[in-house]
Nanobody, 122 residues
Framework: VQLQASGGGLVQAGDSLRLSCAASGRTFSPVNMGWFRQAPGKEREFVAAITWSGGLTYYADSVKGRFTISRDNAKNMVYLQMNSLKPEDTAVYLC????????????????WGQGTQVTVSS
């Protein structure tokens, strides 16, 4: 399985962006899909996750109410709609898949895509 993230860019505070993550491979049936981000000099942090079968969603407190994660099982796609962007949202955003079940929606991701840069100017 390979993951390809896209959709990043340079925007102003208050703007919106939609990130996409395309999964390729013979069979793709993860437990969860997640978005993470890493800002320069900071640890990678969890942003949002969605269960592949039931579509349950989970969010970091910092993005709750502003970001929405969704998936299209038929297309093997995951999206992150980001509204009301803030300068502190600036980071490289990575999508990840958890293909083996483990408890917790923020950990256990074993397939990672390359990141897409999101820069929010004030």
């Amino acid at each position: 399985v390979q993951l390809q993230a896209s959709g990043g860019g340079l925007v102003q505070a208050g703007d919106s962006l939609r990130l996409s993550c395309a999964a390729s491979g013979r069979t793709f049936s993860p437990v969860n899909m997640g978005w993470f981000r890493q800002a320069p000099g900071k640890e990678r942090e969890f942003v949002a996750a969605i269960t592949w079968s039931g579509g349950l969603t989970y969010y970091a407190d910092s993005v709750k109410g502003r970001f929405t994660i969704s998936r299209d099982n038929a297309k093997n796609m995951v999206y992150l709609q980001m509204n009301s962007l803030k300068p502190e949202d600036t980071a490289v955003y990575l999508c990840a898949a958890k293909t083996v079940y483990s408890r917790g929606y923020q950990i256990g991701y074993n397939v990672w895509g390359q990141g897409t840069q999101v820069t929010v100017s004030s």
